[in-house]
């Protein structure tokens, strides 16, 4: 069974894996790891019986004792002539998990010296075999020796040890287990697969009755399975990519780990045909997410071709309803999950929830697009040249009322202008009136002042006069006589005693 796990997740990408790639890398580097072991394990049986019939083990860097028998060369010659003092560089590992090369232990004329941290095999001449840790220093005698390789795991990783009996135990790093051909078959090491929040992964295993159970493992974890236990592996449709856009192939998407994370992937659905016979290609964008794992194992081995499926015939059945015309004016309600009740229905029985489709567009064959592109740059010519004349319109029209306000504006300042005179005359002729008024009543005051004057200066004439008169009169003066004299055209002089009446005719007057 193979233990390499994808590290890739479920995620919808839209170019499609190579496929089988890696099973076959996989079990071309298994065969590289057997042949090597099995090499090995040859040759040590190929030399333990020699060394059990000759009593010499191969400890040299140079060819076995079995090659040097077949080639005629004399092993105790071999032996003496080309062993050195320390033991030769271990064989080739048989996988990753093999430790570095150290410094082994060294053996003399008689003992051999296992260094700390090595482990040895030791095989009597009777076959049996003994393990011996270092440090120690023992009689070689007729012994063969056979260093041990120690097979190491770091955390992230895990050793597979498979045993002869047919058992096989799994440990997981940090662990070290020594090769010991007696026991094992074989060591190897493979990485543990992370799983990421969010992440699963479907383990199937065998139970002693025979009978297969499954479990999922959520993540945050690093799983390395139990003996005979396998991960599900998924095969879904996925994009083929190239100049076909999103078309979705069969087992484009293979992985193991599921992602619960909200996903979306491009749906192109080719060859819908509206109700005028118009061959268009819808291009989608679904938003997808998984809610409930156990539905979907149970309910359909592809969701994404279910996905595919389902909303390509909610396509066609949507823009069958609709000529070419119609299909351009409603392409708004396929934004809106309620034109796609298959797609829904199907996801929720799939264990999916459908969050979105987004419609992206259309595509049309190039004979409808060049008449569309016909139409469209007609239909344009035509309301650039209506938006012209419109523009030549407003702008006469922005004339006219720029005109009209100019002269509504001039009248305006004529009238506030003729306004301001009228006011300037009426308030010059208010303040000539008043003026006038003025100058009037001070002349009739001056007038009057100058009257009252005269007329007290009269008054004091007068009296002054009659003052004067008075004295004369006192002096016994003629006041009539003197008044009169010289001054009157006629004078009438009436004398006597007594009342005495005079009539005097004005018309006989001369």
Same mark, same amino acid.
């Given at each position: ?279 268009? *290609? ?17 309910? *359909? ?210």
């Amino acid at each position: 069974m193979d233990y390499k796990y994808s590290k890739k997740a479920g995620a919808l990408n839209e170019v499609a894996p190579q496929q089988n790639a890696a099973p076959a890398r996989a079990r071309a580097s298994s065969g590289r790891r057997q042949e090597p072991m099995q090499q090995q394990i040859q040759s040590s049986l190929s030399d333990l019986d020699f060394a059990e019939t000759t009593g010499v083990s191969n400890l040299g860097p140079g060819p076995s004792s079995l090659t040097m028998l077949r080639g005629g060369i004399s092993p105790h010659a071999q032996t003496v002539a080309s062993t050195p003092h320390r033991t030769p560089a271990p064989p080739a590992p048989r996988s990753a998990a093999v430790a570095g090369p150290r410094n082994r232990g060294g053996r003399g004329m008689f003992y051999y010296t296992v260094n700390e941290g090595e482990r040895v095999r030791v095989i009597h001449p009777d076959g049996h075999v003994e393990i011996v840790d270092g440090p120690k220093r023992f009689w070689i005698g007729s012994k063969a020796i056979e260093h041990m390789v120690q097979n190491v795991a770091h955390p992230g990783e895990f050793l597979i040890v498979r045993s002869r009996d047919g058992r096989q135990e799994h440990h997981a790093g940090p662990a070290s287990v020594w090769f010991d051909p007696k026991q094992h078959l074989s060591i190897d090491k493979e990485e543990a697969l992370p799983i990421a929040a969010k992440e699963a992964v479907v383990v199937y295993s065998r139970g002693e009755d025979g009978a297969v159970a499954r479990r999922v493992v959520h993540g945050p974890a690093m799983f390395i399975p139990a003996p005979g236990e396998w991960l599900h592996t998924f095969s879904w449709h996925g994009s083929k990519g190239g100049s076909d856009g999103y078309q979705k192939v069969p087992n484009a998407l293979v992985f193991q780990k599921l992602w619960f994370l909200p996903d979306q992937m491009y749906h192109d659905v080719h060859d819908v045909r509206t109700a005028d016979d118009a061959v268009l *290609t819808i291009r989608l964008m679904l938003f997808f997410e998984l809610v409930d794992l156990p539905r979907m194992l149970e309910s *359909t081995h592809d969701p994404i071709g279910d996905f595919v499926n389902a909303a390509t015939s909610d396509v066609i059945d949507f823009t069958g309803k609709h000529d070419f015309e119609a299909f351009k004016r409603n392409t708004e309600k396929l934004n809106e999950l309620s034109a796609y009740g298959q797609l829904v229905s199907r996801a929720e029985q799939c264990g999916y929830r459908i969050n979105k489709v987004v419609y992206r567009g259309y595509g049309a064959p190039e004979s409808l697009q060049r008449m569309h592109d016909e139409a469209i740059e007609s239909r344009t010519r035509l309301q650039l040249e209506r938006a012209t004349q419109e523009q030549a319109q407003d702008l006469e029209d922005f004339k006219l009322g720029r005109e009209q306000a100019r002269a509504t504006k001039h009248r305006a300042e004529q009238e506030a202008t003729n306004a301001f005179d009228l006011a300037e005359r009426d308030k010059r002729r208010a303040a000539d009136i008043a003026d006038g008024e003025a100058k009037r009543r001070f002349e009739r005051a001056q007038r009057e002042l100058d009257l009252a004057q005269q007329q007290a200066a009269q008054k004091d004439r007068d009296q002054a006069q009659r003052a004067h008169l008075a004295s004369l009169k006192e002096l016994g003066v003629d006041l009539t006589r003197l008044l009169t004299q010289n001054r009157a055209d006629r004078v009438i002089e009436v004398r006597g005693e007594g009342q005495t009446h005079l009539h005097v005719d004005p018309a006989r007057e001369p």
